[in-house]
């Protein structure tokens, strides 16, 4: 191909990609100066990617064995992520808990399974109400720690652009710390015991460490008979978050020089959140355009035109691997809501991977004003999920949950029985709870089970 010919190619494959600016926006913050934000997004737009084109195509590749059945995604991370919790320690235990996670399913289930973080760049979310009121004094809602802060101050809430270059610093360091623990030995599954550690003895941690013990005798037969287990010490993990902000994700999108076609390099895999999902809106015109592969949430209102016209938007070409449908009808909902969608995929020639979310489907608040869900609900959800795909002989292709590997207490119930007096001990979460380290291998080992029925 001629530099012209390359040209023409990049400058086609970069139009559209503005678009999204013509069309209705929802959840987008209002910056006070947009002379500043329009400076910050330029600035962003110079910056290296965060992932490669090359990872991207890999995942899609997963992804298309999940959908295909051969193989199982596992996505958790905080509803949330700020800046300030990205430490290392915290960074690992997240890690640690969705590779223990990731263990029980490959153990019990024997099946690969793919290991996404809603982490390195989950800073943006959508809010049910532009503002917020305590005590009389109204000011506009927290946004994500790439808008504005946290704190109750007129300053604090007020939107900074420059946090979108704060929240690509804290993405590109969080990543580099997820890259260094699974490929430089802290993923070695010859380690699996020294994940499990500095936690209570507990039902789950203590299951936990039985099966560490008959893989690390499996692996200890194996090396004595000769085999050589230099894969076992990496392991793929990829990140993903809600793309939500679309200036930021726009000014990382850039075109492969590969293949001359558009990669958001914010993440390997992005998701399209429930309430920005509007088929001739922003969100949905932004990311057909882009090679990653997309998830769609889909609550309980979810209709079978409405599903097939996702397809159609960002799926043109039945690509697998490319359109994930992340289902979060609650646990009352979706035995009702699934089914039907399930049957009519059926008659198409779409074959999504189908996810299941089962937070945020369960949230309530307490009388105490504390925002949780209860261990059984999400359980209740799971399984739903799973006879649904079983009824229509479908596949259910991964799980997507809200987890720390902290010791906190957000959602009720679970071996520790945690209970509505428990919340006020250990609440940390900013804005959505989330299964604490022990809930979230107790509901592994759940998963592991259905998975092998
Ligand atoms: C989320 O994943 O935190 C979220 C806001 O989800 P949903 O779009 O499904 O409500
Ligand atoms: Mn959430």
Known sequence: MTITQQLQQQVSAAAGLDNWRELPIRQQPTWPDPEAANYVVNELAKRPPLVFAGEVDRLRDRLAQAAAGNAFVLQGGDCAETFSGATADKIRGRVSTILQMALVLTYGASMPVIKMGRMAGQFAKPRSKDTETRDGVTLPAYRGDIVNDFAFTEEARTPNPQRMMDGYHVSSSTLNLIRAFTTGGFADMREVHSWNKGFAANPANARYDLM?????????????????????????FYIGHEGLLLEYERALTRIDSRTQLPYDTSAHFIWIGERTRDLDEAHMDFFSRVRNPIGVKLGPTTDV?????????????????????????GAQKIGDVLPSL????????????????????????????????????????????????????????????????????????????????????????????????????????????????
């Open 212 to 236: 560490a013990r008959e893989i690390d005798r499996a692996l200890k037969f194996m090396t004595a008979t000769g085999a050589d287990f230099e894969a076992l010490k990496e392991v793929e």
């Open 305 to 329: 035109e409405t599903m097939k016209r996702i397809i159609d938007k960002l799926d043109p070409e039945r690509e697998p691997g490319r359109l994930t449908f992340i289902t979060r009808m």
């Open 342 to 453: 399930l049957e009519a995929i059926k008659a198409e020639d779409a074959t999504p991977l189908w996810i299941t979310d089962p937070m945020h489907g369960n949230g309530f608040t307490t009388e105490r004003g504390y925002k949780t869900r209860r261990f059984d609900d999400v359980v209740t959800e799971v399984k739903g999920f799973f006879s649904a795909h079983k009824e229509a002989g479908t596949h259910p292709g991964g799980i997507h949950i809200e987890l720390t590997g902290d010791d906190v207490t957000e959602c009720l119930g679970g071996s520790e029985e945690i209970d509505e007096a428990a919340l006020e001990t250990r609440y940390e979460s900013l804005c959505d709870p989330r299964l604490n380290h022990m809930q979230s291998l107790e509901l592994a080992f759940l998963v592991a089970e259905l998975l092998q029925e």
